[in-house]
């Protein structure tokens, strides 16, 4: 598998590259070293540059996250999303049976893990934090990639489709959210520095923006 193919792929064809996708052979492992560890980088680190290094400027201020608070985020941030996904495909697989589908660990975490691809990927606009929320908007693509990869890969009737993508919707926003709040607890804020309560608010709000922009759809 090319990584950068297949990220084309489920972005651009997605209906002709999930059954691709379903009759692969693929473990967890394989997964996750050749796939899931590499994409979810890209809004770990993004993130970091865009908050440690770039910084975010609030009414002609520029406030940056302490380097070492910045990488304890990263990395907290990319451990989380890595939890997540997996986290995920139990949902899916757990959820099979209600719609009709078939249960199959590996087939919910490929799902789980491709579908994760739009928000891996958006995660670049954490680059520039006023930029982020293009990020969360590009992740919602995952949830049209889940639509279609459901009847597919967990074998549902296609009329189960839309609940079912609701149901791991819901669970993925849930996931998300404690995710946001996990990193905003350890992301400095300019309240934090002295700069105000209010604009403390608006870090933290940035902050989980940046990490909902991983959260898998």
Do not use: H
Not at 108 to 132: E, H, Q, V
């Amino acid at each position: 598998m090319n990584l950068v193919q297949r990220v084309q792929g489920i972005l651009l064809k997605p209906k002709a590259t999930w059954p691709v996708i379903d009759a692969e052979p693929a473990d967890a492992a394989s997964l996750y070293k050749n796939y899931v560890m590499i994409l979810a980088l890209i809004p770990a680190v993004a993130s970091f540059i865009g908050l440690s290094v770039i910084g975010l400027g609030m009414f002609g201020v520029n406030f940056r996250v302490p380097i070492v608070a910045g990488l304890a985020n990263m990395v907290v941030g990319y451990v989380l999303s890595l939890v997540m996904v997996f986290v995920l495909a139990l949902i899916i697989d757990a959820m099979a049976p209600t719609f009709e589908g078939t249960k199959s660990q590996i087939s919910a975490l490929k799902l789980s893990a491709y579908a994760s691809t739009a928000g891996f990927i958006g995660g670049i606009f954490s680059l520039l934090p006023s930029l982020s929320v293009l990020g969360a908007v590009a992740a919602l693509y995952g949830i049209y990639l889940i639509y279609l990869g459901l009847p597919v890969l967990m074998k549902c009737p296609p009329d189960k489709a839309i609940a079912y993508t609701a149901v791991v919707v819901i669970c993925a926003i849930v996931g998300g959210f404690v995710i946001a709040w996990v990193l905003a607890l350890l992301t400095p804020s300019p309240a934090r520095v002295g700069m105000g309560t209010g604009m403390g608010l608006v870090g933290d709000a940035v902050a989980a923006v940046q990490q909902l922009a991983t959260a898998k759809a």
